[in-house]
């Protein structure tokens, strides 16, 4: 069936450093792709997302590249601040199904 | 403004009680989920409704009911049955499969505590 797996946190970064957080999928045929944010006690909020292969998904500075030949679809940032501390969450579904798989999440904490 | 409505944010009940938990939306989407998150953890799905009056068990429905009667609205009831309820449930709703915006919307959560 169809799956996510995504880096293990927690993630500590200090402000303004490079941030990646690894996704790879596992899934038939082409199904697009999903980068959720969830803040302290809230619902999660999609950040990004990417519907075909090579696509990239982009916001708020965060970005990330739907890679086929690699199943993967990595969160990206240049400079994260500590506003950006969050548990992030990567997320596939199938075009013709409901179904939406998600990672375990990554807990990211920056500190200034 | 358009969205997910899920209340209360926080409830408490007693071991043996059941609790209906209310999510609805005015996003006209066809489909809603419940989720179950644990402190740590990932989302589990409990149950999902593709159109009204029609549902399918997720992952882990075991001590969980819904029902769906009205597009908008999607409520799950936490039966005595369910062995470990103290948890976070997140309703999320998105457009039929096959269109193009499918993303789920997530509604900000009601954290259940069973004592």
């Known amino acids: 069936g169809n799956s996510v797996t995504q880096m293990e946190g927690p993630v500590t970064l200090s402000e303004e450093a490079f941030l990646t957080i690894n996704c790879t999928y596992t899934?038939?045929?082409?199904?697009?792709l999903f980068w959720y944010v969830q803040y302290p006690g809230e619902g999660l909020q999609l950040l990004l997302k990417?519907?075909?292969?090579?696509d990239k998904g982009s916001n708020k500075g965060f970005e990330a590249t739907y890679r086929k030949e690699t199943t993967s679809f990595h969160l990206e940032k240049g400079s994260v601040q500590v506003s950006d501390s969050a548990v992030y969450f990567c997320a596939l579904k199938a075009y013709n199904n409901n179904d939406m798989r998600f990672g375990a999440g990554t807990r990211l904490t920056v500190k200034p | 403004d358009g969205g997910i409505t899920q209340s209360p944010k926080y409830l408490f009940r007693k071991e043996g009680q059941n609790v209906t938990l209310s999510c609805e939306q005015n996003?006209?989407?066809?489909?809603m989920y419940w989720y179950r998150q644990d402190p740590g953890q990932g989302l589990r799905l409990i149950y999902y409704?593709?159109?009204?009056?029609?549902?399918q068990k997720g992952d882990i429905a075991e001590g969980y009911s819904v029902s769906r009667e009205k597009k908008e609205s999607f409520p799950l009831t936490v039966t005595s049955a369910q062995k470990n309820p103290t948890a976070f449930y997140l309703c999320a709703s998105s457009a039929r499969a096959g269109t193009d915006s499918y993303e789920q919307y997530f509604g900000p959560g009601t954290r259940l505590t069973v004592t």
């Open positions: 409704s593709q159109i009204v009056n029609d549902f």
């Open positions: 996003l006209n989407h066809d489909a």
């Open positions: 899934a038939t045929g082409y199904p697009s």
């Open positions: 990417a519907t075909k292969a090579d």
